[in-house]
Nanobody, 123 residues
Framework: QVQLVESGGGLVQAGGSLRLSCVAS????????MAWFRQAPGKEREFVAA?????YYGDSVEGRFTSSRDNDKNTGDLQMSSLKPEDTALYYCAAAPQRIGVRRTNEVQYDYWGQGTQVTVSS
């Protein structure tokens, strides 16, 4: 089992920045791919970023968000810049056993989830 806890959400003005963190406990974190998803009210859960054998991003956040991780501390971060009102959502951290070369952008491909942290961007 892997337990994930997100933090760092809040209210920010458009154009601002925010940094989310995800702390993992349980099995060896370095063997897991870590991803970020988000879900706005009335919308489907959307892939944001993933980091494992490589790092890749959803089209809507490419160039604005940066995903990083520290395997020694069992943490992952999502640095969000140039935020827009449409970035408003509940942001989730997710994890799944690493598979080299496989890009996973669908929520069903991840086994473990945090409870989410709210990000609200005002215009």
């Amino acid at each position: 089992q892997v337990q994930l806890v997100e933090s760092g959400g809040g209210l920010v003005q458009a154009g601002g920045s925010l940094r989310l963190s995800c702390v993992a406990s349980g099995r060896t974190f370095s063997r897991y791919e870590m991803a970020w998803f988000r879900q706005a009210p009335g919308k489907e859960r959307e892939f944001v970023a993933a980091i494992s054998w490589g790092t890749y991003y959803g089209d809507s956040v490419e160039g604005r968000f940066t995903s990083s991780r520290d395997n020694d501390k069992n943490t992952g971060d999502l640095q969000m810049s140039s935020l827009k009102p449409e970035d408003t959502a509940l942001y989730y951290c997710a994890a799944a056993p690493q598979r080299i070369g496989v890009r996973r952008t669908n929520e069903v491909q991840y086994d473990y989830w945090g409870q989410g942290t709210q990000v609200t961007v005002s215009s």
